[in-house]
């Protein structure tokens, strides 16, 4: 199980990232081939499933700490923001999940996920990169998110796209 310190969410974030930054690659390869199956299958569907392998011991420490994370982790695909190439052979996608102290349901804050991949076959271009925010309303999360990276605040949710029809974002 992962060493995580919930000291705080900035604590909790780098100790999360740093086990991430060991288990992104292992973990894709020992899946390599259930990965590759799911991708031919169900496109990038895949990458939920490997999201699921990569984040649930991290997902059982924080249980174990006492943490709760809404969503769970990585994040809620509705609210995600996803950009990137028009080839669509290198995206990113941004989740993000509250977490809150399970004793007192007091917020931590927010621990925000960033897979970089490809539509056009199962590749992750770059590693699976995680960071802490010290705010917990969704509503204050998208605007720091935004304030940092000017392709989050022009990208809209999910949700958005699903409930209009649009396509895929640029």
């Given at each position: 199980?992962?060493?995580?310190?919930?000291?705080?969410?900035?604590?909790?974030?780098?100790?999360?990232?740093?086990?991430?930054?060991?288990?992104w690659q292992p973990t894709q390869n020992a899946h390599e081939a259930r990965l590759q199956h799911a991708f031919a299958r169900a496109g990038e569907r895949a990458y939920g499933l490997y999201l699921r392998l990569l984040f649930s011991p991290l997902a059982r420490a924080m249980r174990a700490a006492g943490l709760a994370v809404y969503p769970p982790l990585?994040?809620?695909?509705?609210?995600?923001?996803?950009?990137?190439?028009?080839?669509?052979?290198?995206?990113?996608?941004?989740?993000?999940?509250?977490?809150?102290?399970?004793?007192?349901e007091a917020p931590l804050g927010t621990l925000v996920t960033v897979l970089h991949h490809d539509h056009t076959r199962f590749r992750l271009p770059q590693p699976v990169q995680l960071f802490a925010l010290p705010?917990?309303?969704?509503?204050?999360?998208?605007?720091?998110?935004?304030?940092?990276?000017?392709?989050?605040?022009?990208?809209?949710?999910?949700?958005l796209h699903a409930a209009y029809g649009a396509k895929a974002q640029p």
């Open positions: 199980m992962p060493s995580i310190d919930t000291s705080s969410i900035e604590r909790l974030g780098e100790t999360s990232a740093a086990w991430l930054a060991c288990a990585p994040g809620g695909l509705a609210d995600s923001r996803e950009w990137g190439l028009a080839d669509d052979s290198e995206r990113q996608r941004w989740f993000w999940s509250c977490v809150v102290r399970e004793d007192d705010v917990a309303r969704a509503a204050v999360v998208e605007q720091e998110l935004g304030r940092m990276n000017g392709a989050f605040a022009a990208a809209a949710p999910l949700r």
